[in-house]
Every structure is written in structure tokens, then in C-alpha cells.
């Protein structure tokens, strides 16, 4: 991973926890929600980063039970919903 991804991620994470962490706790969000990824393909499987992996400096704006609004460049916003996932399992490796 690039430096400064990893920074950015830790920097997302800070904001996130200071803005959002009692928050995110009360409406049931979990660490996989949050900072999840998949092991065997990280960036490659898109689909299983959880929300602080996907801010990229940008703000939460919302948060609900289901999803979190984040302010896109433009001034919209771009809609994460919460998904939960099976744990992989070796033989679904690629």
C-alpha cells in the first residue's frame, strides 16, 4: 500500500472516530463496516472496503443505521450503504 493511502486512511479514521464513533456505535456499525477489506484481493475487491477505506479525505456528512452520505467534490453527495459479508473462506480464494 502507498504511503500516503495508508495516511489518509489513518487520518480518515481519526476524523471519523472523533465525528461519528458514538454514533457509529449506537446504530450498530462494527469494525468490518468501518475499516474492513478483503484479504486475499484489498483493492481489488472494491465491494468489501468498508466506509473509512472509501472517504479519501472526503466528509461524512450522514450516517444512519444502513448508510452514510459522503460530500463528494462537487458539493453532492455519494451514498455508502452497509453490507455484511460472510467471512471468505480459503476455497473462494481466486
Known sequence: MPDRRWQ???ADAEVFIRDF???AAALG???TDLF???SVAPWQRVDRLGLVWLLDGRAVIALSDRAA???AAGG???TFSRRRYEP???DDAP
Open 8 to 10: 489518509q486512511f489513518e
Open 21 to 23: 464513533g458514538a454514533t
Open 29 to 31: 456499525w462494527d469494525a
Open 36 to 38: 474492513g477489506h478483503d
Open 69 to 71: 452520505s459522503i460530500l
Open 76 to 78: 453532492g453527495a455519494l
Open 88 to 90: 471468505q473462506k480459503m
